[in-house]
Structure formats: structure tokens, C-alpha cells
């Protein structure tokens, strides 16, 4: 649940877990500091070209040759849209135009937020980044679904193609595991 630190940043103390203000939290009892933990977000795309959505395959752990949307985390002092547009540009070698949020996607149990946005690919040019072994643009038939990294990008997927069938694009919200 916690990535526990052993010793207070703030006086060099050991930590401990104690309950805290309605939830376990890890606590220097030295110097009274709260050290609060943060989830992850991972920001992403699911960029479009002429019917088509761009997946990459991971040249990287985890899910190493598995399919994916571009997506990462996001750096500090970024937006949000803008690591989207940088983790496309390192997987993919391509230029989005971002449109809106698409998903949000809840991983509780990784400690993780996933936002994808929906975007335009600029110039259909897909390439290879450095962390992916190929990428390519996929109809719908042909999204290799068995063969998809994780589950955010298969939710993201889902709900791109229900809602192109009826043309109004929504904003989902979604966490694994999906009841």
C-alpha cells in the first residue's frame, strides 16, 4: 500500500505507520511531520489519423512487447497536456493536437491516476521513439486486444469506439478492476 520511507526527511528519525487523521499515514514522532503520500499520473493519448488510433509496442518493463496508448508520467512542473504531447513525441516520434480529456482512469491498488486525452495526429507520420520496439495506426478490427499492456488503455480503446458510433465524444471515468 505505501512505499515506506524509513527515515523523517525533515529530522532523520525513524517513521512510522500510524493511523492519522482517518487513514494510515506515515508519521515522524520526533518532529510531529506527517509525511504524506501522493498517486502517481500517468498522462497519455489516444491520437487519431484518417479512422485509424496509434498504438506502440513497449520496448520497455513493464509489459515489454505489449501494445499501448502512448502514455508515461507525468514530470514535475508539467500540464498535464503537455506530457501527453512529450510521451507521444518519445514513443511514437509524432505531433498531436490535443482535444479534450477523454479518461480518467483509477488504479488504486498501483497508486496510479491515468488521463488520457483524445487527440489528432498532426501529419499521420508515425515512427518509432525509444521506447518502442514499432508503432502503427490500427482500425478498430485490427487492435491487437489480447495483446494490450494495461487496462487503461483498453478502457480508453472501449470507449473511443462506443462513442465514435455516435459521434459525441464523452469524458469517461473508469478504475480497475471494472465492475
Known amino acids: 500500500m505505501f512505499n515506506l520511507q524509513k527515515y523523517c526527511s525533515n529530522c532523520g528519525n525513524e517513521v512510522i505507520l500510524k493511523f492519522t487523521e482517518g487513514r494510515d499515514r506515515i508519521v515522524c514522532e520526533h518532529c510531529e511531520i506527517i509525511h504524506y503520500t501522493n498517486p502517481k499520473i500517468v498522462t497519455g493519448a489516444l491520437c487519431v489519423w484518417d479512422n485509424k488510433v496509434l498504438l506502440c509496442r513497449r520496448a520497455i518493463e513493464p509489459r515489454k ?73 490500427f482500425t478498430e478490427e485490427e487492435i491487437p486486444w489480447k495483446e494490450l499492456a494495461f487496462t487503461s488503455s483498453a478502457f480508453a480503446l472501449r470507449k473511443f469506439f462506443e462513442d465514435r458510433k455516435t459521434g459525441i465524444f464523452n469524458t469517461h471515468l473508469g478504475t480497475f478492476p471494472e465492475k
Open 65 to 137: 512487447g505489449y501494445w499501448n496508448l502512448p502514455a508515461g508520467y507525468l514530470e514535475d512542473f508539467e500540464k498535464a497536456e503537455d506530457g501527453a504531447i512529450r510521451e507521444t513525441w518519445e514513443e511514437a516520434g509524432t505531433e498531436i493536437e490535443i482535444e479534450k480529456v477523454f479518461t480518467v482512469y483509477n488504479l488504486p491498488q498501483a497508486n496510479q491516476v491515468y488521463i488520457h486525452f483524445l487527440a489528432k495526429l498532426k501529419d499521420g507520420i508515425v515512427r518509432n521513439g525509444e521506447e518502442s520496439i514499432e508503432s502503427g495506426l
